[in-house]
């Protein structure tokens, strides 16, 4: 039974090398998820896979279901996630092609339904967010990525935007000075979802443009693609390498 889910994001809507052995379209009390639960067999480690925009990258930023995309894996036993997504780079080091495992959030976004206690049935919890990713599935990462000589910076801050329009150059220079490392759409409320259900949860983001401003440059959006199909093979890589480590 697969205890571990990847949430693939824009150019990561299957896993490469992924022996199927089913798929699963699980219902929630908050609708449908983006698409069916995946699972298989990878490299001999259980794994599911979830397309976080839907197979066909179909679903927005803000469209995205995201407490039924969390609950269903929830419901199908998974305990551990690491999310891949494409992020855009406002720290200096955030060179086009760069991985970065963050450690900390800046919540931007706005009218997303980011938590299961809403008071139905007449319960409110407040959990503890302080440190938002679990630290030992990021160090499962970082160091795989240290074994493989793939190129990552340790930690960061994600700048969680509303989407699905890019920054404007004002925005950015905001987010710089919040201390914002990487500018993105999709961890919240992903990331607080799954610490309601006490589900581990990391980021593998993936650079695939200087944010918008850096340099005095605008955001050449014909340029995304290739940038996003190089940069999620590292992310592959990297993935690959850390399931043995945190497959039970």
Not at 4 to 19: C, W
Not at 62 to 90: M, T
């Amino acid at each position: 039974m697969a205890e571990i889910a990847i949430i693939g994001g824009s150019g990561m809507t299957s896993m490469e090398g992924l022996s199927i052995t089913r798929r699963e379209m699980i219902k929630t009390p908050y609708g449908s998820p983006s698409g069916p639960l995946i699972f298989g067999e990878f490299d001999g480690c259980s794994v599911a896979f979830l397309a976080r925009h839907g197979h066909k990258h179909s679903i927005p930023p803000h469209r995205i279901n995201y407490r039924a995309n969390i609950w269903s894996l929830n419901s199908a036993g998974i305990k551990k996630i690491i999310a891949v997504g494409a992020v855009g780079g406002i720290a200096d080091e955030c060179d086009t092609g760069m991985l970065v495992v963050p450690d900390q959030i800046i919540d931007y976004t706005h009218a997303r339904s980011g938590t299961f206690f809403d008071g139905k049935p007449n319960e409110v919890r407040h959990i503890d967010f302080s440190f938002p990713y679990t630290e030992s599935l990021r160090r499962s990462l970082i160091d795989a990525a240290n074994i493989n000589n793939v190129p990552l910076i340790d930690g960061g801050t994600y700048g969680v935007t509303q989407g699905p329009r890019l920054e404007t150059a004002a925005e950015i220079s905001r987010m710089q000075h919040d201390g914002c490392t990487i500018v993105g759409m999709t961890t919240m409320p992903e990331a607080v979802l799954a610490r309601e259900l006490d589900i581990e949860y990391a980021s593998c983001a993936v650079v695939v443009n200087r944010a918008a401003g850096i340099g005095g440059k605008s955001i050449n959006t014909d340029e995304l693609s290739a940038a996003i199909q190089s940069g999620m093979e590292k992310a592959r890589k990297v993935v690959s390498a850390t399931l043995p480590k945190v497959v039970v």
